[in-house]
């Protein structure tokens, strides 16, 4: 029973360390520096089952390629207006807008606990006349589906207006 005890003891000053970790900031991550859209793109999705992309396949070599597929937006008005409303839905969501321009918007999204960063991006797309879309986490090999989940609220509420 002492085994036990002790077990559950260590196990709660971890799980306690690992919160101040977070809240303090140290689990981040850095800003990626070569986000945007380059020649038509986003960038590739990441490499680990963390982020998704609505060009992912554009990427025919890419190892996460069907992992990290999704489809992109479709319009609700202008591509403008469109992106117009992907920023009030995330700003809704508690999502920090860091770059809004009328066909582009970057979006970082904090985990409220261990203070994770996702980066988010929206690019209105003149030639599909879509919107496209990348979210992935900064730090971690796996997201548990936390993108591609928040990718699709959007997505569903995007809709609904």
Same mark, same amino acid.
């Given at each position: ?7 559950? !003891? ?7 360390? &690992?919160? &101040?970790? $977070?809240? %303090? ?8 520096? +070569?986000?945007? !859209? ?8 990441? #490499? #680990?089952? +963390?982020?998704?992309?609505?060009? &992912?396949?554009? /990427? %025919? ?6 992992? %990290? *597929?999704?489809?992109? /937006? @479709? =319009?609700? $008005?202008?591509?403008?207006? #469109?992106? &117009? ?39 209105? +797309? ?7 879309? @990348? *979210? %992935? *986490?900064?730090?971690? *090999?796996?997201?548990?589906?936390? +993108?591609? $989940?928040? !990718?699709? #609220?959007?997505?569903? @509420?995007?809709?609904? =207006?």
């Amino acid at each position: 029973m002492f085994v036990v005890k002790w077990f559950v !003891v260590v196990l709660l000053m971890v799980a306690l360390a &690992a919160i &101040a970790v $977070g809240q %303090a900031g140290m689990l981040k991550g850095r800003a990626p520096t +070569n986000l945007g !859209v380059r020649e038509g793109r986003l960038l590739p999705p990441s #490499t #680990t089952p +963390n982020s998704v992309s609505s060009q &992912a396949v554009l /990427y %025919a070599d890419h190892t996460m390629r069907a992992y %990290a *597929s999704v489809e992109p /937006y @479709r =319009l609700k $008005g202008t591509g403008p207006a #469109t992106i &117009a409303r992907i920023k009030g839905i995330v700003e809704d969501m508690g999502g920090e807008v860091v770059k809004s321009e009328p066909d582009y918007l970057y979006v970082q999204f904090t985990t409220p606990v261990m203070k994770f960063v996702d980066d988010a991006e929206f690019w209105f +797309n003149p030639a599909a006349g879509v919107v496209e879309v @990348r *979210s %992935a *986490s900064r730090l971690g *090999s796996k997201d548990f589906g936390v +993108n591609r $989940g928040r !990718v699709e #609220t959007i997505r569903r @509420r995007l809709a609904a =207006l």
